[in-house]
């Protein structure tokens, strides 16, 4: 027996010891989470139930020349509703006059938010969706309807905010403004956007919300932890009539003959500024819309509209003049041999004229002729011009030029007479155009700009003025020979379907063959159309440049068929629409007259000296004006001409002394 209790009381105490030893854990690990890790724990309490979400700040504007909006920020709210939050008594009495208010605004029926507030009230639903992308002028609607103008505690109301980009003018020169990475919509990378995305971009805000049921979460309050900072604006070179213009002129000639893709850049010629940059890609429907920016970021061999740059190099080394002659056979020359041939033959014609008709016979054997041992001369004009180096624009994805010299893996014998008519070297048509833009600029190459100024809140914060490249790319007397060339090409050369007698052009067409390197070419020829020039011819205004990819050659594939016409319309557009030169004929003959009358009064008056002159028969106004200049002051009485005069003409003149006239 006493054994037993013995054993009972071991076990005992076992026990109580380890529950004492258990008691003894628990209390060190309170006091060890409330004391030691207590921070720790208490930031994860807070973490779990409420948290401090980023408000994303408006972008900045973007805007065209003239102020017009290209690109916009714009909030959008959506409205939740908490049912649980809201009493008994407010419910009952306001849900009849909220879904009355919320159904006259939506057209739907007052019963259809009576039932969904209903249910949402008998499922605990604390996150209902009420209305989404709601513009400000809504959402104030919204916001005061019975039960919500309570506010979110009483009232239940759950506002979201949020920013959508807008472009005003929708996918006109949206490649060109930029827009958002569709499998990243916070991410801007092309166009405007992404070129001047850390001035645009602002600083985010902060909001707190509280975790709810099923893992949602709602705003603590109405307020903003930190407000966010809208971005600066930025106003650019682009002009909206002119875009509009080139995006039609495009897109007209772009479905007629079926073409790939296209593009379309015009310049100011003494500014460099960007008015218009069209991108227009087929779909697999036949559409077109702005797929790439294909003026600023496609290299492409530019074809006969670089012959230009090929003859300004020979002419201005003097190792040619326009009448140098040049024999282009029956059109076709061997070359090392390689056969480069013309669409006719033109015989032994002027280098002028070889430019003129576009012969790449010619070009190839004025370049040939007198580079060939010595390309690295040829050669030199092209990198002095900047044509081997990328333009340095800020708008991301600007393409690579590639022009070949001796050691290139492109170089051979042939390189040199194919490059003289714009095959075996890439450019974009951006940086053709720059090259264009200089010859109508008398010689001075300008870096073209797209950014005119950066503001905040309508106040400059940087601008950008025009950045010469080249100050004098050849001689006036270069320049005058090129440009009465390109005008002579409209006129009677390979561009002569686009001459008017309205407005004056120059330029020069170019057709270039492309993927002729892929089998089956001869079968399925593709080619790029091209025309690069400027109006009006005598005192450039504008340049630009149209590039044509893959036009059914069924239809035509010329560059002055495809092309051509897109840069005649745009020309005849801005010529019709906003005339280069403001003349306003005299529509008052008579006017003249009356001006010839006052001086001859005034005259007269001058000639008396002090004495007071006779205005019997004077216009009114002039009679008052010219007693007025002499120091009279005049008192007038009626309208017309004066037909009587308190003093007589011929008495001594007093500064300050009262005239009254009485007109008829």
Same mark, same amino acid.
């Given at each position: 027996m006493p054994v037993t209790e013995k054993n009972i009381l071991n076990r005992f105490y076992f026990v109580a010891g380890g529950m004492f030893i258990f008691a003894g854990l628990i209390?060190?690990?309170?006091?060890?989470?409330?004391?030691?890790?207590?921070?720790?724990?208490?930031?994860?309490?807070?973490?779990?139930?409420?948290?401090?979400?980023?408000?994303?700040?408006n972008r900045g504007n973007v805007y065209a020349d003239d102020g017009s909006l290209l690109a916009t920020s714009v909030p959008k709210y959506d409205i939740r509703f908490d049912a649980v939050t809201v009493t008994s008594e407010d419910f009952k009495k306001n849900l009849v006059p909220l879904s009355e208010a919320l159904g006259k605004m939506f057209h739907k029926p007052a019963s259809y938010y009576q039932n969904v507030f209903r249910k949402a009230r008998s499922n605990k639903n604390r996150y209902l969706l009420v209305a989404k992308g709601l513009g400000y002028s809504d959402y104030i609607r919204v916001k005061s309807m019975p039960l919500f103008n309570k506010g979110p505690y009483r009232g239940g109301i759950i506002v979201e905010q949020k920013t959508?980009?807008?472009?005003?003018?929708?996918?006109?020169?949206?490649?060109l403004v930029g827009n958002q990475r569709r499998d990243n919509p916070g991410v801007y990378e092309v166009g405007f956007e992404g070129a001047f995305d850390d001035f645009l971009k602002g600083k985010n805000g902060r909001r707190l919300k509280q975790k709810i049921a099923q893992g949602q979460w709602k705003p603590v309050s109405d307020?903003?932890?930190?407000?966010?900072?809208?971005?600066?604006?930025?106003?650019?070179?682009?002009?909206?009539?002119?875009?509009?213009?080139?995006?039609?002129?495009?897109?007209?000639?772009?479905?007629y003959y079926e073409a790939d893709h296209g593009s379309v850049i015009v310049m100011e010629v003494k500014t460099g500024e960007i008015k218009a940059v069209s991108n227009l890609g087929r779909t697999s429907s036949g559409r077109y819309y702005e797929k790439l920016n294909y003026a600023v970021g496609e290299s492409h061999e530019p074809g006969s509209t670089f012959k230009v740059v090929a003859f300004t190099a020979a002419l201005e080394d003097k190792v040619i003049d326009t009448a140098t002659v040049v024999d282009t056979k029956l059109g076709s020359k061997a070359f090392y041999g390689r056969m480069i041939t013309d669409t006719k033959g033109h015989g032994k014609i002027s280098a002028a004229k070889a430019l003129e008709?576009?012969?790449?016979?010619?070009?190839?054997?004025? %370049?040939?002729?007198?580079?060939?041992?010595? $390309?690295?001369?040829?050669?030199?004009?092209? &990198?002095? @011009?900047?044509? /081997?180096?990328?333009?340095? %624009?800020?708008?991301?994805?600007?393409?690579? $030029?590639?022009?070949?010299?001796?050691?290139? &893996?492109? @170089?051979?014998? /042939?390189?040199?007479?194919?490059?003289?008519?714009?095959?075996?070297?890439?450019?974009?048509?951006?940086?053709?155009?720059?090259?264009?833009?200089a010859i109508a600029n008398n010689g001075v190459m300008v870096k073209p700009r797209f950014i005119k100024e950066i503001r905040k809140m309508n106040q400059e914060v940087e601008s950008f003025e025009t950045e010469v490249v080249n100050p004098k790319i050849c001689s006036d007397e270069t320049l005058a020979k090129v440009r009465d060339i390109l005008k002579n090409i409209v006129i009677r050369g390979t561009g002569q379907k686009l001459y008017s007698e309205n407005f004056s052009m120059a330029g020069k067409t170019g057709t270039a063959r492309t993927e002729y390197w892929l089998p089956g070419w001869e079968k399925d020829r593709k080619y790029i159309s091209s025309f690069a020039g400027y109006f009006p011819a005598e005192n450039p205004k504008y340049s630009c440049i149209v590039v044509i990819h893959k036009p059914s050659t069924k239809k035509g594939y010329y560059g002055a068929d495809v092309t051509g016409p897109v840069f005649k319309r745009i020309a005849q557009k801005i010529f019709t629409d906003s005339p280069l030169i403001d003349e306003v004929?005299?529509?008052?003959?008579?006017?003249?007259?009356?001006?010839?009358?006052?001086?001859?009064?005034?005259?007269?008056?001058?000639?008396?000296?002090?004495?007071?002159?006779?205005?019997?028969?004077?216009?009114g106004m002039d009679a008052i004006s010219l007693l007025e200049n002499m120091g009279l002051k005049v008192i007038s009485e009626g309208n017309g001409t004066v037909v009587k005069q308190s003093i007589a003409s011929g008495e001594t003149l007093k500064r300050g002394q009262k005239i009254t006239l009485k007109l008829s």
């Open positions: 209390l060190f690990k309170l006091v060890s989470i409330q004391f030691v890790e207590g921070d720790k724990y208490r930031q994860l309490a807070h973490e779990n139930t409420t948290k401090n979400f980023t408000i994303a700040a959508v980009r807008e472009h005003p003018l929708g996918k006109i020169g949206e490649r307020e903003n932890e930190i407000e966010p900072q809208d971005g600066f604006d930025i106003v650019t070179t682009i002009n909206v009539n002119i875009q509009d213009i080139a995006h039609h002129a495009l897109l007209k000639q772009m479905e008709v576009s012969s790449n016979i010619g070009l190839a054997s004025l %370049i040939d002729d007198h580079y060939a041992d010595k $390309p690295e001369r040829f050669i030199k004009y092209l &990198k002095d @011009w900047h044509l /081997n180096e990328k333009i340095g %624009i800020p708008i991301e994805g600007e393409g690579i $030029p590639s022009i070949p010299e001796p050691g290139h &893996k492109l @170089w051979s014998r /042939n390189a040199l007479p194919s490059m003289a008519y714009g095959y075996n070297l890439e450019m974009t048509p951006l940086q053709t155009l720059s090259f264009y833009n004929k005299d529509g008052n003959p008579e006017g003249k007259l009356i001006s010839e009358d006052f001086k001859a009064y005034y005259a007269k008056a001058q000639k008396g000296g002090n004495k007071i002159p006779n205005v019997v028969g004077m216009s």
